[in-house]
Nanobody, 122 residues
């Protein structure tokens, strides 16, 4: 089992920056990837970014490319999301997720954190 705890959310003005953290515990060394998703009430959850040490790769949603950067510490099972040039449309609950494997090229997101709220004011 893996437990994930997010931190770093808050309220920021448009154009500002925030850094989210996700601390993993448990069997984090068995993970294939970790990532970030976000969701606005009434809308579907949206992929934001992922990092895989096993695949040596990172990926981003088009909407955040060039503004967000994902990083992490494999040994600690922790990841971070540095967000710059924030926009009101980035307002959402951001959740950390961990994938135990990959199937047909898609990460299998098995574990989820509780989430942290990011609010960007215009």
């Amino acid at each position: 089992q893996v437990q994930l705890v997010e931190s770093g959310g808050g309220v920021v003005q448009a154009g500002g920056s925030l850094r989210l953290s996700c601390a993993g515990s448990g069997r984090t060394r068995d993970l294939y990837a970790m990532g970030w998703f976000r969701q606005v009430p009434g809308k579907e959850r949206e992929f934001v970014s992922a990092i895989s040490w096993k695949a040596n790769s990172t990926s981003y949603a088009d909407s955040v490319k060039g503004r967000f950067t994902i990083s992490g510490d494999d040994a600690k099972g922790s990841i971070y999301l540095q967000m710059h040039s924030l926009r009101p449309e980035d307002t959402a609950g951001y959740s950390c997720a961990a994938a135990g494997g990959i199937l047909d090229g898609y990460y299998q997101w098995d574990y989820w954190g509780q989430g942290t709220q990011v609010t960007v004011s215009s």
